[in-house]
């Protein structure tokens, strides 16, 4: 009897995984409707900030509803403060090696992703607040969604190789308007693996720098 109540919630908060993530979607996606419509306007700063300001609501109210559901909050730190610091580290100087290896040779200061153009034809103030979105915001929020609650709670379920899948797919459906190649689907992957490693050994600060790190160089590789 006992067994069958663990089973019982241990289902229930894999289904409330996948729910999350279904409201995330809807959201990202009416937040692509949105800038896909409106990018050609006359005012392209407005729906740019808009489309951000989406995206990063979209990843709160999975995170509120994930929160609610379980009354569960991520580790920012598993071990000490030190550590998760030099864990973090260690994260950033392997993916600036990934960069050296093949995608700033790669990118030469192009690319195809039309967001990142967007946010750098940006006035200096909008810019600015763009930034702030995409480099600090946007990666706290979405390691705390897909580090700290989906791959968390997908190890109750199934072993960390496969939590690890699923968030990947998860991530690279909800990434998809980024990837544009091979390359970009390759480092994307490596990426999330990185993250996820970071987070286990070190809690979410340790992959949340990390993340911004990515996200600041990518506009800086594109920006040259």
Known sequence: MQIEKENSRTVIRVAGVFIGFFILIISL????????????????????????????SATMISIFYMVWKYKFIPKFIKRSFKESIMISGAGIVIIWFLWLFFLTNYYQGKS?????????????????IGSILTIILGPMLEEILDRGFFFELMKIRWNTTISLVITLLFSL???????HNNVDFIFHIL????????????????????HMFVNLYSVYIISR
């Not at 992703?113 to 200096?124: D, E, G, I, K, R």
């Not at 459906?173 to 990837?179: A, E």
């Open 191 to 210: 990426n999330v693996i990185i993250f996820s490693v970071l987070y286990m050994k070190g809690g979410l600060l340790a992959s949340i720098l990390p």
């Open 173 to 179: 459906i909800t990434h998809v308007g980024t990837i």
């Open 112 to 128: 195809s992703s039309l967001f990142v153009q967007s946010l750098l034809n940006l006035p200096t103030k909008k810019f600015i």
């Open 29 to 56: 996606s009416l937040g692509n409707l949105i800038f896909s419509k409106f990018y050609n306007s006359a005012q392209k700063d407005i729906p740019i900030l808009f489309y951000e300001l989406i995206v990063l």
